[in-house]
């Protein structure tokens, strides 16, 4: 699975505001998928500071096959003025 998304907001007289993602997933068995994320977005007429970059990486797991799924994703994002970095990793089922 493939999905990439761009988008973009013109406002007259100041800079637009854009992003982008890319989001892969991949079925390593019938019970297990793989999923990549890479996203960016930029609000240039604000500040340089508003900026989100992020990438995650996470698995699917088909516990009961259309019933009970547990996922697991890590997710890595770069934000503010000077893109610190905070990751987190988020599990639900």
């Not at 907001?9 to 637009?16: I, S």
């Not at 505001?17 to 240039?44: K, S």
């Amino acid at each position: 699975m493939l999905r990439v998304e761009y988008i973009a907001r013109h406002r007259p007289l100041e800079e637009d505001d854009f992003g982008w993602y890319v989001l892969g997933g991949f079925r390593v068995t019938p019970q297990i998928q793989v999923i990549a994320r890479q996203e960016d977005f930029q609000r240039p007429a604000i500040e340089i500071g508003r900026r989100v970059r992020a990438t995650t990486l996470g698995a699917v797991l088909e516990i009961a096959p259309n019933r009970v799924r547990l996922m697991i994703d890590g997710v890595r994002r770069m934000a503010g003025a000077g893109q610190r970095r905070m990751d987190a990793l988020i599990g639900q089922i």
